[in-house]
C-alpha cells in the first residue's frame, strides 16, 4: 500500500537555526508531492507542491523542498526558522484525483 | 478565497449517541468532499470521498453504518457518528477540491475534535 513517512514527530529548534524534515513516501508511479503546514487552531496550508520540472521547489514563506526521485524523498527545508514557523507539517502525496495519503506530521517548536 | 467551513469545532457526547459534523463549501461548489480522521500521534487517514446526488465511497476498514455521510447540496456534505464509542473520539476533518485556479488541490476546513465519553 502507498505510505508516506516523516522521520520526525517532534523537533524542536532555536530561532535562526536551520530546518530540514524529512519525507518518504512508497509508491512508484508518478506523484504529485504536498507541504502543508497546520497553525495552532487554525486549518491546513499548503506551503509548497512538486508537480514536475524543477525538483527544487520554493513554496510560502521562505520554505523550500527537494524532490529526489531515486530517493523517493521530498524533504522540507528552511534556512532561518522564526518563531512564528511553530506549527504542525504534514507532507502528503497525491495518487489519484485529489485523493491526498498524509504522512504522521511533524510538530516543530521554535524557541524565541 | 475559496474557504471551507467546518461545525462544530468540538463536540463532548455519551456513548451510545450520534453526532453529526457538517462540512460547507463558502463561495463555490463541492460535487466532491473528503473527510478525514486524525488520531493523536498519527497521520490524517482519508475515510471517505462523499459524492453530491450519489452514495459516498468509503475507504478500506471504515464502517459505512457507522459513518453516515450525506452530501445533499452542492455546498454541504454532513459525517454523521452513529452510536458512538469512546474509540470514535477523534479529530475530523473535511475537505473540498478547490475550485480552478488554484495552487491546492484541496481547501480543508477546521476541523472538529470528537469526544465520546
Known amino acids: 500500500a502507498q505510505s508516506v513517512s516523516q522521520h520526525n514527530h517532534h523537533v524542536i529548534l532555536s530561532e535562526a537555526a536551520s530546518l530540514e524534515l524529512g519525507c518518504n513516501y512508497s509508491y512508484g508511479g508518478t506523484v504529485n508531492l504536498f507541504w502543508y503546514v497546520q497553525y495552532p487552531g487554525q486549518h491546513l496550508q499548503l506551503l509548497l507542491k512538486?508537480?514536475?520540472?524543477?525538483?527544487l521547489v520554493k513554496g510560502i514563506k521562505g520554505f523550500e523542498a527537494e524532490f529526489i526521485k531515486s530517493k523517493f524523498s521530498f524533504n522540507l527545508r528552511k534556512p532561518s526558522v522564526q518563531w512564528s514557523d511553530t506549527a504542525e507539517y504534514f507532507c502528503a502525496v497525491n495518487l489519484g484525483f485529489q485523493k491526498l495519503v498524509f504522512g504522521t506530521g511533524t510538530r516543530l517548536l521554535v524557541s524565541p | 478565497g475559496a474557504v471551507v467551513s467546518q461545525h462544530p469545532s468540538w463536540v463532548i457526547c455519551k456513548s451510545g449517541t450520534s453526532v453529526k459534523i457538517e462540512c460547507r463549501s463558502l463561495?463555490?461548489?463541492?460535487?466532491?468532499m473528503f473527510w478525514y480522521r486524525q488520531f493523536p500521534k498519527q497521520s490524517l487517514m482519508l475515510m471517505a470521498t462523499?459524492?453530491?446526488?450519489?452514495?459516498?465511497?468509503?475507504e478500506q476498514g471504515v464502517e459505512k453504518d457507522k459513518f453516515l455521510i450525506n452530501h445533499a447540496s452542492l455546498t454541504l456534505s454532513t459525517l454523521t457518528v452513529t452510536s458512538a464509542h469512546p474509540e470514535d473520539s477523534s479529530f475530523y476533518i473535511c475537505?473540498?477540491?478547490?475550485?480552478?485556479?488554484?495552487?491546492?488541490?484541496?481547501?480543508f476546513g477546521n476541523g472538529t475534535r470528537l469526544t465520546v465519553t
Open positions: 512538486y508537480f514536475s520540472g524543477d525538483p
Open positions: 475537505s473540498a477540491p478547490a475550485p480552478s485556479p488554484s495552487n491546492s488541490p484541496l481547501h
Open positions: 462523499s459524492n453530491e446526488g450519489s452514495k459516498a465511497t468509503y
Open positions: 463561495d463555490f461548489q463541492a460535487t466532491t
